[in-house]
């Protein structure tokens, strides 16, 4: 595990990216109830290392993370794309150690999960 | 009488849709089908399908008929009508009723050698497996005929590797439903399609030389040496046995009949394309059925008659559309013309342009399903919004006919939707809508949008309210941070719809900088730090520039900074500057300098005032009549900042020559002698629109504060990322409406809207001197939060023409030519 930051400076309800020493892009989540979640920073339908700059929410209760740039909406949990069921993101694990960030640079769930398709959605983008 | 006997001759599309019915209606007469063909009824529409690989079981429309005896193969020869008797070369078959549904043949001109092996027609299925046949190997084909039938037949024989030749008598294609200009834009789109098409042009004697055809034509040396030769030149009724017993035919063939589709002879009927009715042939499937319906409620001892016929076609040539609907001509036309895309679109009027007689699309057949079902009724949109966007709302009354193949109206598809169809595929199943050529489909996806099927106005899954009613809620009971807002009237964490909206709502409602404490969370990315994100996680920054007037020294300065921090600069079409490729940690460092040299956000990134574009006006241009350029600065300086519902443009121009184009805005001003004219609700973008005129030769003052109660009016009811211009649509009442409200103030809001416009222009404060003014609203502004001076290793840049470009931009570049034609008016 590699420490990034104090937890205080994350802010709640929002993201940011920590650059690992082996070069990986995380993308760092603290929601407004204080808990974590670690992600790949790159956004897989553009190759631009944004995710840490998406708006988290919920979707049917499933936290979440949208693409700022074409919006896709990505589950904090299990990195699945929730518009794309062919994409998903990295999962990082990610702890609090005596005030300090720690996110692990192994990937704790990736790629595809089998689970049932997510609801569909039919919304107008930007 | 123990059972009534009926005899059908022919079981095409039309013999076999009355079979159906008159099983249905009644299903007490004993039914003997003659049909010639060696298979049953097969969708003749469709026939093409057969070469895209669609087989002869699957065009089939065969359905279980109790009580029908069909013999296949077994043609009609002669009617006996003393003897009440069909003859087949197998026997007699006596009725009591007879319904002739023989169709039409197709027609060959009397050319010498159209009798050759290699001449062939386009009707039926063994006509398809023998052109087929016919092409293996061999390279080149010729179709007499440029209509609907010969573009369907050449489609084929492209499809089939052929060369392909059209050979038109008339002197444009589809004469018969376009007028020139359709008939020549079509012709382009089919030589794109690599067929050859000569018009003007008949075929006068065919000759066999060594395997091959050679026709020679009417014009001077103009000859065709070919493989096969295939007439699509247009049908004639099989009349032929009601001629020879002395029933009625038409003096261009048919077998006339009455409109209870009754021949001469009371006991023979005649439906389909064989029958005359009151003397006209019809060459469609759709009046066909009608004629079909007509007869089994006669049979079943009802009194149908023939309503009249809807001979609106649409062409099915993959990548062309060509569509034609109710009148050829009339009175008034409106066309549309671009030759560019190949768009050609006429709509033909009554005399007071208030009434929709009939049309033509080429190239765009979008609107067809919309248009024709408006026909006899008001006209239903702006042509060229028309055919920009196939989905204008469909105002259509009940009676309008949707699905012309099934004569369905709107009021029967409503109430399918009010009995509980809930999509398309139930609709087909319980009206017949959409069943036929298809092309009604899009139509009942709008009307069940339009009945009920709930198109929601709700934000998203976490607020039931519409944007207004949040904004009213925020409004009344001041509330200020999104998670009292969800906690009170929501569900959930949010999402990146609500979030947003609400941090706009708050925004406009002058809830302070926009990155104060949980504001700074809701933001989309652009707001979060003040800069629009580029596709590759660079930014781009916009300095307000108001009205398009700037000094040398600022020019100098944006200059400098963009040589210094590398950025990419262009001049936008909102009269301003824009530098992109700017990093994240370089955003304070460069608006360090631009406010330092006196420069404010320009709100690029934001829904809110962009740009107040202003010509030259009175300063300088000898026909100004109005000082637009002060005018253009004044409004963009005190309506900077605004946030809104969608991003706001504005133009002022000097006189009526428009030259900044106000017209194209949210709200446009437009110099006259005698003050200013003002308008609303225009923009440019996806669908573009003019904006209408609100107030005419208004002094400023009047001006200004017209358009301080526009702009809060819109703010406070509009939905999430609706323009002006649709928000002006969807007042009930429109313009006329919105002017009573801001102007007459109807509602007596006036006041309060004065009221929110006075407190936003009161606490407008540059947003990024705020951030620079605030430690820490500058920590967030950071590559990495464990690497703050790090740039983000993964961006990389390419100099193309001097600047620098993402990497791989100019790959992009090969996606293709860019058609450069500007729709032109005619
Ligand atoms: C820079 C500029 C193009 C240029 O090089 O000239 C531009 C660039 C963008 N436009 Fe635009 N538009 C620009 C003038 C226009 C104009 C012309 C005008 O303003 O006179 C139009 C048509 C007029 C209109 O809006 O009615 C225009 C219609 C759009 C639309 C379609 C809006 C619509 O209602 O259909 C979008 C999409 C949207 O806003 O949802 C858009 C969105 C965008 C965005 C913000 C796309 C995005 O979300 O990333 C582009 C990024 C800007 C950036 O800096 O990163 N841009 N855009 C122009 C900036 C003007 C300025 O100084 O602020
Ligand atoms: C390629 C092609 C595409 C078409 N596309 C469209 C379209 O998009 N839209 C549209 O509305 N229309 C279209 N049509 C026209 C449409 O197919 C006809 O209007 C429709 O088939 C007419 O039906 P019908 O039953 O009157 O004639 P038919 O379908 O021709 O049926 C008549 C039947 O009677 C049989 N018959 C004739 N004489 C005798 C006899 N003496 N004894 C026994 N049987 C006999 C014939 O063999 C035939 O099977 C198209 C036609 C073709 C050829
Ligand atoms: S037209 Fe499209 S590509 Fe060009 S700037 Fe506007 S949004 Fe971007
Ligand atoms: S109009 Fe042809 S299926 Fe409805």
């Given at each position: 595990m590699e420490a990034i930051c104090a937890f205080d400076r994350l802010v709640p309800g929002r993201g940011a990216a920590a650059l690992l020493a082996d070069g990986t892009q995380i993308a760092v989540f603290r929601l407004p109830d204080d808990s974590l979640f670690a992600l790949s920073n790159r956004d897989p339908f553009t190759g631009a290392h944004v995710m840490s700059r998406g708006i988290v929410g919920d979707r049917g209760g499933e936290p979440t993370v949208a693409s700022p740039l074409l919006k896709q909406v990505f589950s904090l949990k299990t990195g699945r794309c929730l518009d794309d069921e062919d994409t998903a993101l990295e999962v990082f694990a990610v702890e609090v150690v005596d005030g300090e960030v720690r996110v692990g640079a192994d990937v704790r769930a990736a790629v595809l999960w089998p689970e049932p398709p997510p609801r569909r959605h039919s919304r107008t983008r930007e | 009488m123990s059972s009534k006997r009926l005899a059908v001759v022919g079981d095409g599309m039309v013999g076999r849709r009355f079979l159906e019915a008159i099983v249905e209606r009644d299903p007490s007469w004993e039914v003997t089908v003659l049909a010639e063909e060696p298979r049953p009824a097969y969708d003749r529409v469709r026939l093409s399908a057969f070469f895209d690989g669609v087989s002869a079981e699957e065009l089939s429309l065969a359905t279980e008929l109790p009580g029908v005896d069909v013999r296949l193969g077994e043609a009609a020869t002669a009617i006996d009508r003393a003897a009440r008797a069909v003859r087949t070369e197998r026997g007699e078959y006596p009725y009591d009723k007879l319904v002739l549904a023989t169709g039409s043949a197709a027609f060959v001109p009397p050319v010498e050698g159209a009798d050759l092996e290699g001449v062939f027609v386009y009707r039926t299925i063994e006509d398809l497996e023998a052109i087929k046949a016919r092409a293996q190997g061999r390279r080149h084909g010729v179709v007499v005929g440029g209509g609907l039938l010969g573009l369907e037949a050449a489609n084929a024989l492209r499809l089939l590797g052929l060369e392909t030749q059209i050979v038109e008598f008339a002197p444009w294609l589809m004469a018969r439903q376009l007028d020139e200009a359709g008939g020549g834009v079509l012709r382009r789109h089919i030589e794109r399609l690599g067929i050859d098409v000569a018009c003007s042009t008949g075929g006068t004697k065919i000759s066999a030389a060594s395997g091959r055809l050679r026709m020679e034509t009417n014009v001077e040396g103009l000859a065709f040496d070919t493989d096969l030769i295939v007439f699509a030149a247009g049908v004639r009724p099989r009349d032929q046995l009601a001629r020879e017993c002395g029933i009625d035919v038409g003096e261009r063939g048919g077998v006339i009949t009455d409109t209870a589709c009754?021949?001469?002879?009371?006991?023979?009927?005649?439906?389909?394309?064989?029958?005359?009715?009151?003397?006209?042939?019809?060459?469609?499937?759709?009046?066909?059925?009608?004629?079909?319906?007509?007869?089994?409620?006669?049979?079943?001892?009802?009194?149908?008659?023939?309503?009249?016929?809807?001979?609106?076609?649409?062409?099915?040539?993959?990548?062309?559309?060509?569509?034609?609907?109710?009148?050829?001509?009339?009175?008034?036309?409106?066309?549309?013309?671009?030759?560019?895309?190949?768009?050609?679109?006429?709509?033909?009027?009554?005399?007071?342009?208030?009434?929709?007689?009939?049309?033509?699309?080429?190239?765009?057949?979008?609107?067809?399903?919309?248009?024709?079902?408006?026909?006899?009724?008001?006209?239903?949109?702006?042509?060229?919004?028309?055919?920009?966007?196939?989905?204008?709302?469909?105002?259509?009354?009940?009676?309008?006919?949707?699905?012309?193949?099934?004569?369905?109206?709107?009021?029967?598809?409503?109430?399918?939707?009010?009995?509980?169809?809930?999509?398309?595929?139930?609709?087909?199943?319980?009206?017949?809508?959409g069943t036929g050529c298809g092309s009604c489909v899009p139509m009942l996806k709008q009307l069940l949008a339009e009945g009920g099927v709930e198109v929601s106005t709700s934000v998203c899954e976490h607020f039931t309210q519409s944007r207004a009613e949040l904004f009213d809620i925020v409004k009344v009971t001041g509330i200020t941070t999104f998670s009292e807002l969800i906690a009170r009237y929501g569900v959930g964490a949010g999402c990146d719809l609500c979030k947003p909206a609400v941090a706009s709502i708050l925004a406009s409602l002058g809830g302070g900088h926009i990155l104060d404490g949980e504001q700074a969370a809701l933001q989309d990315t652009n707001d979060h730090f003040l800069a629009n994100l580029q596709r590759n996680g660079t930014y781009s920054v916009v300095p307000r520039i108001p009205g398009g007037e700037i000094t040398p020294e600022k020019l100098i300065v944006i200059g400098e900074v963009a040589r210094d921090f590398g950025l990419y600069t262009k001049i936008t079409g909102g009269q301003r500057i824009d530098m992109f490729g700017a990093r994240v940690e370089d955003l304070p460092k460069i608006w360090r300098r631009l406010v330092d040299a006196g420069f404010e956000s320009g709100h690029a990134y934001g829904k809110a005032l962009r740009t107040v574009k202003s010509c030259v006006g009175t300063d300088w241009c000898r026909y100004g009549v109005q000082d637009s350029v002060k005018m253009a600065i004044d409004l963009e300086l005190r309506y900077r900042g605004l946030r809104s519902p969608h991003k706001l443009k504005s133009a002022v121009s000097g006189c009526a020559r428009e030259c900044a184009e106000a017209r194209s805005k949210d709200f446009g001003v437009i110099g006259t002698e005698n003050g200013w004219n003002l308008y609303v609700g225009g923009n440019g973008g996806f669908t573009p629109r003019h904006a209408d005129l609100l107030l005419a030769d208004v002094d400023a003052e009047t001006l200004v504060r017209t358009i301080d109660r526009f702009l809060m009016f819109y703010i406070s009811t509009a939905d999430r990322l609706q323009r002006t211009s649709k928000w002006v649509e969807s007042l009930e009442g429109g313009i006329d409406y919105l002017r009573e409200v801001i102007v007459d103030d109807r509602l007596g809001i006036c006041d309060e809207l004065d009221a929110l416009m006075a407190s936003h222009v009161e606490h407008y404060a540059d947003e990024w001197k705020g951030v620079l003014d605030d430690p820490e609203k500058l920590q967030r502004f950071v590559s990495f939060v464990n690497a703050p001076e790090t740039p983000d290793p993964s961006i990389e840049f390419e100099t193309v023409r001097g600047q620098r470009f993402p990497a791989g931009t100019t790959e992009r570049s090969h996606t293709g030519p860019v058609l450069l034609g500007t729709p032109e008016r005619k």
């Open positions: - | 009754q021949t001469s002879d009371p006991d023979v009927y005649a439906i389909g394309e064989v029958a005359a009715m009151e003397g006209v042939c019809y060459g469609l499937v759709a009046p066909g059925y009608t004629m079909a319906e007509v007869v089994a409620d006669r049979l079943a001892g009802g009194e149908a008659t023939f309503p009249g016929a809807d001979l609106s076609t649409k062409l099915k040539l993959l990548g062309v559309d060509v569509a034609q609907f109710g009148a050829m001509d009339g009175p008034l036309a409106t066309t549309y013309l671009d030759p560019a895309e190949g768009v050609y679109a006429k709509l033909i009027l009554s005399d007071d342009a208030r009434t929709l007689l009939g049309g033509m699309l080429v190239g765009n057949a979008e609107p067809y399903p919309l248009l024709r079902a408006s026909v006899g009724g008001p006209v239903p949109a702006q042509l060229a919004d028309l055919l920009s966007s196939g989905e204008v709302q469909a105002g259509l009354p009940d009676g309008a006919q949707v699905c012309s193949c099934n004569a369905v109206t709107k009021g029967d598809i409503m109430g399918a939707i009010h009995e509980g169809c809930t999509d398309v595929g139930a609709l087909k199943d319980c009206t017949r809508a």
